[in-house]
Each structure stands twice: as C-alpha cells, then as structure tokens.
Antibody, heavy 116, light 110 residues
Framework: EVQLVESGGGLIQPGGSLRLSCAASGFTVSSNYMSWVRQAPGKGLEWVSVIYSGGSTYYADSVKGRFTISRDNSKNTLYLQMNSLRADDTAVYYC??????????WGQGTLVTVSS | QSVLTQPPSASGTPGQRVTISCSGSSSNIGSNAVNWYQQLPGTAPKLLIYSNDQRPSGVPDRFSGSKSGTSASLAISGLQSEDEADYYCAAWDDSLNGWVFGGGTKLTVL
C-alpha cells in the first residue's frame, strides 16, 4: 500500500527556516516525480516544487530562491527546506507522487504557520 | 489569482446534474491532460478524474470529465449530499514546468 507521511510543520517566526519531510512507503521516491503542494487557510491549492526522478528540480516563482526540494534515497524520503519564511507561506503543505502526469498519491499534510 | 479558472461556487438539489468548468491556456490544458480532485473539509485532495475523462477505481460513474481545446469540465449526475465538497482542476504547465490548479469550486447540495 502506498503511503506518504509529512512531518516537520509548526509555528515559526518570519525570516526563520523549517525543513519538511515526507516519508514514503509502498513505492520508491527516487523512481518517481515528487511534488510539494500547499494550501493556505481557506484558499486553493498551489504547486510549490517538483523533483524529477533524474534529479532536476523546479519551483514556483513565489518560493524560488528560498525553498529547496531534495530527497534521501536511503530513507525513501522527500524534503522541503524552507528559508526566509514569510507570513504568506502559512499553509498546509502536502507531498504528492506523480505517475504519468497525474498527482496520484497525497500525504495528509503538515501545517506551517509563520507568525511572530 | 489561479492559472486555471473555475467558478467559485456551484449548487444543485439531490438527483440533479451539475457541471463545473475549468479554463486554461495552450501551455497547460491545451497541451496536457486535465485531472480533477475532490477535497472534503480537513482532508487531502482525492483524485476524482484523471487524463481528462478517466475514473480511478472506486469513483462512482456519476462523475465524468471532458476536455475540449483549452477548457475542461467535470459533471456530476445524480447529485448526493456526500458530494458536497471543494473541487479542483489541475494540469501540467509546459511553460512554468509545474502544476497549475484552478481556484476551486465549492459545491453545495441544497
């Protein structure tokens, strides 16, 4: 059974850093395209970043230069390093695995609150 | 402002048929397949329709999707109270090298 479990969210002050993790089971992270998608309170879904199976990475303009997506193949885990956090980064962050242009499996999400 | 455009709300009575539209551009819907997600309050999005008109196993055939040019639509027939949720369209965007979503449509079953 495929499962994605995010962790690492919490309350952080503006300008701070946080690293989110997404532990996968039932499939191999490194063999799939993996994305982070976020949802601000009461708002819609916003794609954040993707890492291809070959290692290429892409980011939404809103996080470019501040966020870094990576993975640890030995731990079968996806990460999102978030630096210079702002209030408008407050959201539930989901990791999702992609198969053939479908974000097929999603985690339960982890809440990041950026506030002083 | 979302890249894909959806109506913010839709409604219907039990048993009715409702449709939700999703408009994009040549770099997303015009070039790639559209997927639809259903999101109940406090839960992660659930895949409802993929590749424009395909249903994952377990999704009732009351749900159907279609695409034409740079637009897509989701139809729900035989509306039920448990269909009350937020619905999102999504497509890969070749220009952005990322996923784009609609702003979401809140479906109310009257």
């Amino acid at each position: 059974e495929v499962q994605l479990v995010e962790s690492g969210g919490g309350l952080i002050q503006p300008g701070g850093s946080l690293r989110l993790s997404c532990a996968a089971s039932g499939f191999t992270v490194s063999s799939n395209y993996m994305s982070w998608v976020r949802q601000a309170p009461g708002k819609g879904l916003e794609w954040v970043s993707v890492i291809y199976s070959g290692g290429s990475t892409y980011y939404a303009d809103s996080v470019k230069g501040r966020f870094t997506i990576s993975r640890d193949n030995s731990k079968n885990t996806l990460y999102l390093q978030m630096n210079s956090l702002r209030a408008d980064d407050t959201a539930v962050y989901y990791c999702a695995s992609e198969q053939q242009l479908v974000l097929l499996y999603w985690g339960q999400g982890t809440l990041v609150t950026v506030s002083s | 402002q979302s890249v894909l455009t959806q109506p913010p709300s839709a409604s219907g009575t039990p048993g009715q048929r409702v449709t939700i539209s999703c408009s994009g551009s040549s770099s997303n819907i015009g070039s790639n397949a559209v997927n639809w997600y259903q999101q109940l309050p406090g839960t992660a999005p659930k895949l409802l329709i993929y590749s424009n008109d395909q249903r994952p196993s377990g999704v009732p055939d009351r749900f159907s999707g279609s695409k034409s040019g740079t637009s897509a639509s989701l139809a729900i027939s035989g509306l039920q109270s448990e269909d009350e949720a937020d619905y999102y369209c999504a497509a890969w965007d070749d220009s952005l090298n990322g996923w784009v979503f609609g702003g979401g449509t809140k479906l109310t079953v009257l």
